[in-house]
């Protein structure tokens, strides 16, 4: 069975940093790309990076691009996502996904995803 589990989510002020966890079981990190989403309340899904450790890439959405900072554990099965200087507007909750990245350099798309982990919130404060 796969499972993507998030942890690492809670409240920060502006300014402060976070550091998310997304360990797998069920799959081998080598054999997926993974990616990290958000979604807002009342907004849209959106992308943010996308890592694999075979090819040892990534890819960020413009929006986060310099302040997110995606890195895996491969003996950990484990994905994190470092967010510095974060702001009102990152609060959201926060989701791993595996399968396949999709990237035009702006924009990470949801549709190459094949798993998807519960999420975990995140409330950056004034």
């Known amino acids: 069975e796969v499972q993507l589990v998030e942890s690492g989510g809670g409240l920060v002020q502006t300014g402060g940093s976070l550091r998310l966890s997304c360990v797998a079981s069920?799959?081998?990190?080598?054999?997926?790309?993974i990616a990290w989403f958000r979604q807002a309340s009342g907004k849209k899904q959106q992308g943010l990076s996308c890592l694999t450790t075979k090819y040892r890439t990534t890819n960020y959405a413009s929006a986060v691009k310099g302040r997110f900072t995606t890195s895996a554990d491969v003996a950990k099965n484990t994905v994190y996502l470092e967010m510095d200087g974060l702001k009102p507007d990152d609060s959201a909750t926060y989701f791993c996904?595996?399968?396949?990245?999709?990237?035009?350099?702006?924009?990470?798309?949801?549709?190459?995803?094949?798993?998807w982990g519960k999420g975990t919130p995140v409330t950056v404060s004034p």
């Open positions: 996904a595996a399968g396949i990245c999709h990237t035009d350099g702006i924009f990470i798309g949801t549709h190459g995803m094949s798993y």
């Open positions: 069920g799959l081998a990190l080598e054999d997926f790309a």
